[in-house]
């Protein structure tokens, strides 16, 4: 006689599209745990293509782009990475989305994708997406991970855009291309720091000083 | 006038103490209390021995013997401005032109320096810091008498908050903040701080007001001579030119202890030594070929050894450390001076980048010693 019952399929509770976890997955990135100034992670390419918002807004939205899907093909594909190939998985992945993104670029928005130069290319290299591709999407359905992908390129990016407009500001009175002193009639003269990558450091650590300051920060023994 | 100033701030002590009226602005109290008299703290328990002179009196001493150089700069610039527009001009004339010209650049770095000095103490609730009475009398000295007030002021700015502020104020700083006016300056703003144009107050555009750097530089004749130089009758940042004047601020910060002179003539002698070996393997090249003793006396060298090098607070803390920082700066110095074709002057950088060492300096001395000491124990 068998005392063995059957086991109660367990209830799928499915999970709200945009619940509080799932909006969570989208704004933590913007300040607590921003990829840059909490994690900092990506910050040479954030040296990088700051100097001018155009190029940095460019960038911030190819980093979206391969963030967000290899995210979601990363995760579709998590239970069947054996994983001790997973970092060529991944990278796989992800190249393929660079190349893409590359393409594009040069295809429309030539310009642009000149000044980048060979920082679209390096894309596959930022520290952010092996990093949310290993700590996230491994471990996580689709869903959140195009979520979390969404999130983090936010966070990334919208650091990008305050850098890239103070340097530009300062570096060479504009915003997006537009003399904004020469229109006020304001003779402006650039301050060559901001146009160096030392400017972006600079900046970087300022914008990180001022989250701290908020948010309050203790030093990991 | 003494016991007045002093019965006046005993009376308004109070008010500034804790549950005082004016508690918040306690340390400026305590910065203008110290700054008239030597402050009575005592310490509180067990036996320590308090030097009487404290950090405000150790930069005053530093701030006298920038003095001669000051005065000197200072008709200097006005020497020159009527050399340049070939008018001739009274000692007195000379001295009241580059006044004009000086003491606005001194004043702007002071206000603005002092003043974030000032917003950070009160902020922080830390007591005022005297750190910038050095640092506000430095910044002038090393730029060109043409660098624009605005100019000043971004720079002073920058230095006290990123290079010093940022890192917990003074006695924290990784760089010597007057540099770290200047290299900013230096990179944001290369035309108003290099260049043929700037050394010279109001210049006209056919006088060459090419320094002796830029003309050895070029391979040109270098237009003034050993003496000019070493007296300080030539064009450059306003402090700068004088060896003279620079040396007797050296005696001054030798005599009073507060110096290193280890520093100072490790960076002359690692200047002369490097200038030496560059007349060896001169060949054709007429800036290497140039006298070594010359590199002493040029731009900014002695400048920087006598008042930059010295820095208590940037340069190597250990006393063997002192000599192989010294040292290092004057090769370094000549090297960049005669080897890099972007920069014409290497003291700035030169010292920057010693101060960044200055750490590792001292942890290697420390080691070699502790070294030493061990095998010696091993040997009874």
Redesign the interface.
């Known amino acids: 006689m068998s005392t063995s019952t059957i086991e109660k399929p367990a209830v799928k509770v499915s999970e709200p599209l945009f619940g509080k976890k799932q909006r969570k997955l989208i704004s933590n990135p913007l300040d607590g745990d921003n990829p840059i100034t909490v994690q900092v992670l990506g910050i040479c390419s954030a040296l990088a293509v700051t100097v001018q918002m155009k190029p940095a807004l460019f960038m911030a939205l190819g980093v979206m782009f391969v963030l967000t899907m290899s995210n979601l093909f990363i995760s579709l594909m998590r239970n069947i990475i054996p994983s001790r190939v997973r970092i060529i998985v991944q990278l796989v992945v992800v190249s393929t989305f660079v190349i893409l993104v590359d393409q594009i670029f040069k295809a429309y928005a030539y310009e642009v994708s000149k000044e980048l130069s060979v920082f679209v290319n390096l894309i596959v290299t930022n520290c952010i997406i092996m990093g949310r591709l290993e700590a996230f999407a491994m471990g996580n359905k689709p869903w959140p991970s195009i979520l979390d992908g969404i999130g983090n390129a936010l966070g990334y990016g919208a650091i990008l855009m305050v850098v890239a407009f103070i340097r530009e500001i300062l570096g060479s009175g504009s915003i997006f291309g537009f003399k904004v002193f020469n229109e006020l009639g304001i003779n402006y003269t650039g301050n060559g720091v901001m146009v160096l990558p030392v400017g972006a450091s600079i900046v970087i650590g300022l914008v990180i000083w001022a989250q701290r300051a908020r948010n309050g920060y203790k030093e990991e023994a | 006038m003494k016991q007045f100033l002093k019965e006046k701030l005993e009376i308004a002590r109070p008010l500034f103490e804790k549950g005082g009226k004016f508690e918040k602005l306690h340390s400026v109290y305590d910065g203008f209390a110290t700054f008239l008299f030597v402050p009575g703290h005592t310490t509180h328990t067990g036996a320590h021995i308090r030097d009487g002179i404290d950090l405000k009196r150790t930069m005053f001493t530093v701030v006298i013997s920038l003095v001669p150089a000051l005065l000197f700069g200072i008709w200097n610039v006005g020497y020159q401005h009527f050399l340049a527009i070939g008018e001739k001009a009274a000692f007195i004339d000379q001295f009241l032109y580059g006044s004009l010209a000086v003491l606005p650049i001194l004043v702007v770095s002071y206000a603005v320096g002092l003043g974030i000095e000032f917003a950070f103490a009160q902020f922080r609730g830390h007591a005022i810091n005297e750190g910038f009475l050095v640092s506000g009398i430095l910044i002038p000295l090393i730029l060109p008498p043409t660098t624009p007030l605005w100019m000043v002021a ?1 720079g002073t700015a920058f230095a006290v908050i ?1 290079g010093k502020e ?1 890192f917990g104020g003074t006695g924290m700083n990784l760089l010597n903040p007057a540099l770290t006016a200047r290299v ?1 300056l230096f ?4 035309a108003a701080l290099s260049g043929d144009i700037v050394w010279i107050a109001d210049k006209p555009d056919a006088y060459s007001g090419a320094t002796m750097l830029a003309n050895a530089a070029a391979g040109a004749p270098l237009g003034y001579s050993f003496l000019d130089a070493f007296l300080g009758i030539i064009p450059g940042s306003i402090g700068e030119t004088s060896t003279l004047m620079i040396l007797i601020g050296a005696i001054i910060l030798f005599a009073t202890g507060i110096g290193s002179w280890k520093i100072m003539v490790s960076v002359f002698a690692g200047g002369w030594f490097m200038g030496l070996l560059m007349n060896l393997l001169a060949g054709d090249n007429s800036f290497m070929a140039m006298p070594a003793h010359y590199h002493l006396v040029i731009g900014g060298f002695a400048f920087g050894a006598v008042f930059m090098a010295t820095d208590p607070v940037s340069a190597a803390q250990t006393e063997r450390g002192k000599i192989l920082y010294g040292v290092l700066i004057g090769v370094l110095t000549v090297m960049i001076r005669v080897w890099n074709p972007a920069y014409p002057e290497g003291m700035m950088m030169a010292i920057l980048l010693m101060n960044v060492f200055a750490p590792l300096i001292d942890y290697f001395t420390i080691e070699a010693n502790k070294k030493r000491r061990l095998s010696r124990a091993k040997n009874i």
Do not use: E, K, R
């Open positions: 971004v990123i940022v900013f990179f944001a703003y290369p």
